[in-house]
């Protein structure tokens, strides 16, 4: 009898099936990304199409491109623009990294009340600063002189406020590189006996290098892309951003403007993009071995950082001040006595109290909106197990707003929700659209907060409730959102006060009845109402104080009680 040889045939790999909470969280993420796809990318490649269009529409290929830059008056935009923002981005990365310095490297007093101080700047529009300066050193200001004969109307004034308003932001991430610091290196560093000026650099400085570069071309971006403080003092100083105000404002030139927009998004896209690669080359500065500098006291340098760090506080203040003292001077310069007169704000064009409750209401949808949205997409890109190309495109678009300019994806809302046909259009000229497009500005570093908190929790959790059958749902809200609870706090309050003092997102997508205070500041101050201007200006700086007070007050207790594991 032949014995047959059967050979046995391939084992087929086995399939692992999908969980119901995995295809959940998968509809889930590809839902969000669709809305991020629908409130950032859309609007970008409408505005990208209406600048090859004709005004009727007809694809007209680069000539709109080729007519602006035969527009000697409007590529000069360009260079003032790089200008400004060079200039300031120095001024304002050199004051923050003194001041950070300041606080967190020397044994100077005051240091907590300096930090508080720097943060002043986050609770005011940008026109604010703008209107502080006209009255300080305007052609009635009482400090005119100090400019020895120069207009605080166009560069001067620009960089002025740009330095402002950009400061703490500058601050933030400077203080956190400087935070950071090996103790060893300076001890090797004195038994070297290096001095004070050698270790500073050799040390100090390239140990910052990554947070000083981050900085630079974060504050780059934010100025070359505000639109505030140059609309209010820029005088007839053009910059890329108050050109798209003017082309499609003014001119009803809405392809001119198109092509501004994109001129504008490519140094902010390039910052950005210069900036993340900088990040990736980033290598640990701690080790687990690494012993927390601690400053030892120095009375020269204490006493100079003072000095200097005392100076910037003053100067914070004093731009503050002098906004509050313009809103109530019955009549600047020439009745100085104190009145509410300029707070009567149905008296003016522009805007009045219903502009401000529109902006509370607006603000606070955001925030709940914004925060839910933004937390659950980032924990379904960071607990979602597989669907890599869904988790990556999701990623994307949530740090695609990052580098995209609050004028030029608004500009985008108005081709894409107002384009005939698009049933969407029914948002047009409502508080939805305005809450949509806010959110979608201030996306990416909400984005970001919420995947850092994440980050934190090991992904263990996951996997025992998944191996228990316990839902995803119930371990996120009652493990996840309990531990990321201080970051969901934070992403709430950072919503509403961005969105509460936002000028450059929504400044072409409001209606009558849902005119924005900070909209109405800037038409206050284009009718000639500079004071009520002022006024509107310093009831949101106020209202954002009150909402930051109130909110460190009533969440105390809540955080005490949700985060008591931590102190086990």
């Not at 000069?76 to 981005?89: E, G, H, K």
């Not at 986050?122 to 207009?151: M, R, T």
């Not at 504050?219 to 951003?241: C, E």
Request: some cysteine; proline content about 5%; glycine content about 6%.
């Amino acid at each position: 009898m032949t014995a047959v040889a059967v050979e046995a045939a391939p084992a087929r790999p086995v399939r692992q099936r999908m969980s119901r909470d995995d295809v959940i969280m998968r509809v889930v993420l590809t839902l969000l990304a669709a809305w991020l796809l629908l409130t950032v990318l859309l609007p970008l490649w409408s505005l990208l199409a209406k600048s090859f269009e004709s005004p009727d529409g007809r694809f007209v290929g680069l000539a709109n491109f080729v007519q602006y830059f035969a527009n000697p008056q409007l590529t000069q935009s360009i260079l003032n623009s790089v200008w400004i923002a060079f200039v300031s981005t120095l001024l304002c990365v050199f004051l923050a990294f003194l001041y950070a310095y300041g606080v967190t490297r020397t044994c100077m007093p005051w240091r907590g009340a300096f930090k508080i101080v720097a943060q002043i700047p986050l609770l005011a529009p940008s026109l604010l600063p703008a209107i502080s300066l006209v009255y300080l050193f305007g052609n009635q200001g009482f400090a005119k002189d100090i400019l020895f004969g120069h207009s605080i109307y166009g560069p001067i004034g620009i960089v002025m406020g740009e330095v402002f308003w950009a400061f703490p932001h500058a601050l933030i991430i400077v203080t956190t590189a400087l935070a950071t610091a090996d103790a060893r290196l300076y001890e090797a560093a004195d038994a070297l006996k290096a001095g004070a000026w050698r270790t500073f650099w050799t040390v100090t400085v390239p140990g910052a290098r990554y947070g000083l570069i981050s900085a630079t071309f974060v504050v780059f971006t934010l100025i070359i892309t505000d639109f505030g403080v140059p609309k209010v003092i820029g005088g007839q100083y053009d910059v890329l951003a108050t050109d798209i105000y003017k082309q499609v404002i003014g001119q009803q030139n809405f392809q001119m403007g198109a092509v501004v927009g994109l001129i504008l998004l490519l140094p902010a896209v390039l910052a950005f993009v210069i900036d993340q690669v900088l990040q990736r080359r980033q290598s640990a500065l701690l080790s687990a071995r690494a012993v927390p500098y601690q400053p030892k006291p120095n009375r020269a340098i204490d006493t100079a950082l003072f000095a200097a760090c005392g100076l910037i506080a003053v100067a914070i203040l004093v731009i503050i001040g002098v906004a509050f003292f313009a809103s109530i001077a019955t009549l600047w310069p020439y009745n100085l006595t104190p009145s509410l007169k300029n707070y009567n704000f149905d008296d003016v064009d522009g805007g009045g109290w219903e502009s401000f409750f529109n902006s509370l209401q607006m603000a606070a949808l955001a925030a709940v909106f914004g925060t839910a949205v933004v937390f659950l997409g980032a924990y379904l890109v960071e607990k979602t197990r597989g669907y890599r190309p869904g988790r990556a495109i999701y990623q994307f678009l949530a740090l695609l707003p990052l580098a995209v300019p609050g004028l030029v994806l608004g500009l985008g809302y108005i081709f894409f929700f107002n384009a005939p046909g698009n049933p969407l259009n029914l948002v047009y000229g409502t508080m939805v659209i305005l809450v949509m497009c806010t959110v979608a500005h201030f996306y990416s570093v909400a984005h970001l907060t919420a995947v850092t908190a994440l980050k934190q929790i090991d992904q263990e959790f996951e996997t025992v409730s998944a191996s228990l059958r316990v839902p995803f749902y119930r371990t996120f809200f009652r493990v996840t959102l309990p531990v990321c609870l201080p970051a969901v706090l934070d992403i709430a309050m950072y919503l509403f006060v961005n969105a509460l003092t936002t000028v450059s997102a929504v400044v072409f997508l409001y209606a009558p009845q849902t005119t924005l205070a900070s909209i109405a500041v800037l038409n206050m101050d284009d009718a000639g109402d500079v004071a009520p201007a002022a006024a509107m200006a310093m009831t949101l700086f106020f209202t954002a104080v009150v909402v930051r007070v109130l909110y460190t007050a009533a969440t105390r207790r809540l955080l005490a009680r949700s985060q008591a594991w931590r102190l086990r």
